[in-house]
């Protein structure tokens, strides 16, 4: 049974460019959230999408920032035009979607390096 | 509005000795609690997390914690540290009266464990 993935596992980008970050939820797994830790800082809530709905976006930045998880294939965070700022490690989780006590589980994360 | 603070950035303790992780909550209302675990490069690995019922959880690697209802406190404990503890900590939080699925993250404790 395989856990979150995410790929790719590291991305360079220079500045003024889009970085799309992927995410296969566990399986059976329908809830999806992404998360931003900074260096040496803990992890801050960006967005949670079912299956072609988000449901809290409150964490995201207002502009250059969007996810989305489609009917068919992975969830994707998608940043353009990337500042140095945007770099970060960029972490998936999943859960099943059935109650707020569940346990999320999480990818590798995707560390993203914004030249 | 949902808070956890890890008043401890950093916890340093000999291999063989017993280890305390401390984290301290502000929810409006009666929280869920978890504690996670990140190695170098890696994503964040659940340890346990607090439901309803014992205010002693017991999870993986011999890991427990004991919620404290007065004093807002979920602080992880394990009695015989093992050098291969050493790893970042993370306190979370979900408020189950909001019925949200958003969690929040203290800003991680790095545990040292000395042979």
């Known amino acids: 049974n395989a856990g979150v993935m995410q790929n790719p596992r590291h991305l360079v980008r220079r500045r003024g460019q889009e970085a799309r970050l992927r995410c296969s939820p566990m399986?059976?797994?329908?809830?999806v959230y992404w998360y931003r830790q900074l260096p040496e800082e803990g992890l801050k809530f960006m967005v949670y999408l079912q299956k072609e709905n988000i449901i809290d976006e409150s964490g995201m930045p207002k502009e250059r920032f969007s996810a989305e998880f489609p009917k068919e294939g992975p969830s994707i965070l998608r940043i353009q035009q990337v500042v140095r700022g945007d770099s970060a490690a960029y972490f998936c989780a999943s859960s099943d979607g059935t109650s707020p006590q569940e346990t999320q589980y999480f990818g590798p994360g995707t560390r993203l390096l914004v030249l | 509005a949902q808070s956890v603070a890890q008043p401890e950035d950093q916890v340093n303790v000999a291999e063989g000795n017993p280890l305390t992780v401390k984290c301290t909550y502000s929810v409006s209302g009666n929280p869920y609690l978890f504690w996670y675990v990140q190695y170098p490069n890696r994503g964040l690995q659940f340890l346990l997390k607090?439901?309803?019922?014992?205010?002693l959880v017991k999870g993986s690697y011999g890991f427990e914690a004991e919620f404290n209802k007065s004093q807002t406190s979920f602080h992880l404990k394990k009695p015989s540290a093992l050098v291969s503890d050493s790893a970042l900590y993370f306190c979370a939080v979900r408020d189950r009266n909001t019925g949200g699925f958003k969690t929040i993250f203290g800003a991680g404790t790095r545990l040292f464990v000395k042979a």
């Open positions: 607090y439901i309803t019922g014992d205010n």
């Open positions: 399986k059976g797994h329908s809830h």
